[in-house]
């Protein structure tokens, strides 16, 4: 079945430092990846939806420069987190568009748990 | 983005018991999808399901793409321990769209 996988799943970076989170398709090809925030016990924050080889496209209320999203292959996509504060912290996800049985569902990544001290 | 109407929030629940969530919108779905997402994890597809009608079951789940086609139901019967987690539906819009639900925390008392 489709495997998308996230590194790295727990990060602790100190504030003002930027952070990489990497989202990868394995076994399929990805032209549409998605990033979400999560906030403990509460459902998926839709952020961005990252296009292959285009600008990725942003939810309302969510900074771009601050969280820039670079999607260079089918592959791969990235989540950096720029200039991190503690209000930063949470849990990102993402996620794929994929193939089951001919149709589109999300497969999700494991999830990385940043935490800005 | 929009999130879908989920309920009940949260349940507690005996083991052994059977449970019943569901999801509701105003506009139509021409697919719905059910994932448990456990602590500190992604969420994994349990069902999809993608007609109207549609009845389909994976082991002791059961869902329902309502004919509506604006709302679905997941059932679990004889839930046990590990059904501990939280329940999301998604839904594709015929525009290509995913929304989500709010979620349903489960928790089972053995």
């Known amino acids: 079945g489709a495997v998308v996988s996230q590194h790295p799943s727990r990060v602790i970076c100190k504030s003002g430092t930027s952070v990489k989170i990497e989202c990868r398709s394995l076994?399929?090809?990805?032209?549409?990846m998605f990033w979400y925030r999560q906030f403990p016990k509460q459902s998926l924050m839709l952020m961005a939806t990252s296009n292959e080889g285009s600008k990725a496209t942003y939810e309302q209320g969510v900074e771009k420069d601050k969280f820039l999203i670079n999607h260079a292959s089918l592959t791969l996509s990235t989540l950096t987190v720029t200039s991190a504060h503690p209000e930063d912290s949470s849990f990102y996800i993402c996620?794929?568009?994929?193939?089951?049985?001919?149709?589109?569902?999300?497969?999700f990544g494991a999830g990385s748990r940043l935490t800005v001290l | 983005g929009q999130q879908l109407n989920q309920s009940p929030q949260s349940m507690f629940i005996q083991e052994g018991e059977d449970v019943s969530m569901n999801c509701t919108s105003s506009?139509?779905?021409?697919?719905w999808l059910w994932y448990k997402q456990d602590p500190g994890e992604g969420p994994v597809l349990l069902i999809a399901?993608?007609?109207?009608?549609e009845l389909t079951s994976n082991g002791r789940l059961t869902a329902q793409f309502g004919i509506t086609r604006k709302d679905s139901f997941l059932n679990i019967s004889a839930s046990i321990p590990s059904d501990v987690g939280i329940y999301f539906c998604a839904g594709l819009n015929p525009g290509n769209q995913f929304y989500f639900g709010t979620g349903t925390s489960l928790t089972v008392i053995p």
């Open positions: 506009s139509i779905f021409n697919t």
């Open positions: 399901l993608y007609k109207a009608g």
């Open positions: 996620s794929a568009n994929s193939p089951v049985s001919g149709a589109n569902v999300l497969t």
């Open positions: 076994d399929f090809q990805a032209t549409t």
